[in-house]
């Protein structure tokens, strides 16, 4: 078992930052990848982004060039970074641990940009 706790959260205005940070422990193995998924309301979740153990990058085309992910595997911790944010953002962010066939999840952690 996997369990990822999720912090940084919060409100925050059009332009501005938020840091997210995810926590694993238990059963971890090298070679997972985490990331983090969002669900806005009525919408389907979709994929932010995701990190291998060895450091490999995807963004989604939304958040390209403003959302920053990194990990520190000594720690098991995943990090967004979101730079520029956008009313569109906002949702509920959620980190992901995948290693295999085995997928866990965070409890979520909500962001709500203004206008």
């Known amino acids: 078992q996997v369990q990822l706790v999720e912090s940084g959260g919060g409100l925050v205005q059009a332009g501005g930052s938020l840091r997210l940070s995810c926590a694993a422990s238990?059963?971890?193995?090298?070679?997972?990848?985490m990331g983090w998924y969002r669900q806005a309301p009525g919408k389907q979740r979709e994929l932010v982004t995701t990190?291998?153990?060895?450091?490999?990058?995807n963004y989604a085309d939304s958040v390209k060039g403003r959302f920053t992910i990194s990990r520190d595997n000594a720690k098991n911790t995943v990090y967004l970074q979101m730079n520029s944010l956008k009313p569109e953002d906002t949702a509920v962010y959620s980190c992901?641990?995948?290693?295999?066939?085995?997928?866990?999840w965070g409890q979520g952690t909500q962001v709500t940009v203004s206008s």
């Open positions: 992901n641990y995948r290693m295999g066939r085995n997928d866990y």
């Open positions: 238990g059963r971890i193995f090298s070679g997972n990848t």
């Open positions: 990190i291998t153990s060895g450091g490999n990058t």
